[in-house]
């Protein structure tokens, strides 16, 4: 059968290759994937790269399916009307159907100084910049990692383990969706490794210099090197390109993912906002909405009715350096558990939930439409029929 359909994926990560996997299922489909760099990048893992414990990179040879063509690239505009995205490089690359699967990255923050001296970690790039910083800085310098999520608890207990003095500063609590059993586990094994906790609202960042952070309580902290792991942010192509997004950027869809502005684009991963109630940002999250993206169309190109997303996010799991772990069981509901896993078998089970990502999109890569995924059935129903009774309004 000859090629009919074209279809471009913007983005390379999770949700991408798995969206681009997954419609090799027919073979009238061809399938080019959009990424700005030649190398998968595993998120879970850039903690690890900061603290040199693992390099982040995985060849697209192991987990994107043959016939998917990769373009190195960016795109810098999407011209829905034409059915065309414009690259950096000045080409364009015209489609039938768009996955626009672009990912998160650490928003610039709003914090004096703090876009000038405290380095992110959440892109391959910024990861190795700041693991080059810290070679080349004594590991007696003080290092002060902001944030409280797990990339936050991640890269300052990866660092603390290799004798650095690490403090941790959270806005809030530590990993508020941990049950607080699991956050005072937390808190016991990164006091083990010598890691400062600050956390409360009198611990929020008001600014950072090159040598320091103050906090909204008047301190001081001295800080050779500031890492700055909190909050996200997307790209802004979609609004660029004149998509409607939510308020954070995301591209707005419906609940089969498909664009609310055109039926021929569709969206999955961080990048994307089913009916403005966006899912929990994880890889888990990102390759099944990638897979149920890929699904919508192959619905569209079938002539059949695309079905509504059905998802639950089961744990969620954090490396405390190379020898321990939590892995925290999950309602449907997404509050988190009593159960939860610690100390070693938290570390294997974060081990195998990281490898676990990568061999998803490889069977996926040889067997196209084997990944399936905890479903909800109840609750996401249950939030869509609460903002239709607050707001009166429809939501597909």
């Not at 987990?63 to 690259?87: F, K, M, N, Q, S």
């Not at 790039?125 to 070679?135: G, H, I, K, M, T």
């Not at 500031?226 to 998509?243: C, E, K, M, N, Q």
């Amino acid at each position: 059968m000859s090629t009919k359909y074209e279809v471009v994926v913007i983005g390379g990560g999770y949700a991408g290759v798995m969206a681009a996997n997954r419609l090799t299922q027919r073979d009238d489909v061809r399938v080019t994937v959009i990424n700005p760099r030649q190398v998968f990048v595993p998120r879970l893992r850039l903690h690890q790269l900061v603290g040199g414990t693992h390099d982040a990179v995985v060849d697209y040879r192991n987990v994107l399916a043959e016939g998917v063509r990769l373009v190195a690239d960016t795109v810098t505009r999407i011209d829905a009307a034409g059915r065309t995205v414009t690259l950096a490089d000045g080409g364009t690359i015209g489609y039938d159907y768009l996955i626009y699967a672009v990912g998160s990255g650490t928003p610039a923050p709003r914090v004096p100084g703090a876009a000038e001296f405290a380095y992110p970690v959440a892109t391959l790039e910024a990861a190795q910049r700041l693991r080059s910083v810290l070679f080349d800085t004594p590991t007696t310098g003080a290092v002060t990692v902001i944030g409280g999520g797990p990339t936050g608890i991640e890269t300052a207990a990866e660092l603390a383990e290799q004798g650095r003095p690490v403090t941790l500063v959270c806005g809030s609590a530590l990993v508020p969706y941990l049950h607080p059993k699991a956050r005072r586990t937390a808190h016991k094994y990164l006091s083990g490794l010598g890691v400062t906790v600050i956390e409360g609202a009198d611990a929020a960042v008001t600014a950072v210099t090159r040598d320091a952070v103050e906090l909204a309580d008047g301190r001081t902290l001295a800080s050779a090197v500031t890492i700055w792991t909190a909050g996200f942010g997307v790209p802004d192509l979609a609004a660029r390109s004149g998509l409607s997004t939510d308020a954070a950027g995301r591209l707005l869809t419906d609940e089969t993912l498909t664009s609310v502005d055109d039926e021929h684009i569709v969206a999955a991963g961080d990048s994307s906002a089913p009916s403005d109630l966006p899912f929990r940002m994880s890889a888990y999250t990102a390759y099944c909405l990638g897979a149920h993206a890929a699904d919508t169309l192959l619905h569209c190109i079938a002539g059949e009715q695309p079905t509504p997303i059905d998802m639950a996010f089961p744990a969620m799991c954090l490396s405390i350096g190379r020898n321990a772990g939590i892995y925290q069981l999950g309602h449907k509901d997404e509050t988190a558990m009593r159960l939860y896993f610690k100390g070693f078998t938290g570390k294997k089970l974060k081990e195998f939930a990281c490898e676990a990502g990568i061999n998803h999109l490889a069977t996926e890569a040889r067997k196209p439409g084997k990944h399936r995924w905890f479903s909800d059935g109840k609750h996401r129903p249950a939030q869509l029929q609460a903002r239709r009774d607050s707001t009166g309004a429809s939501v597909a």
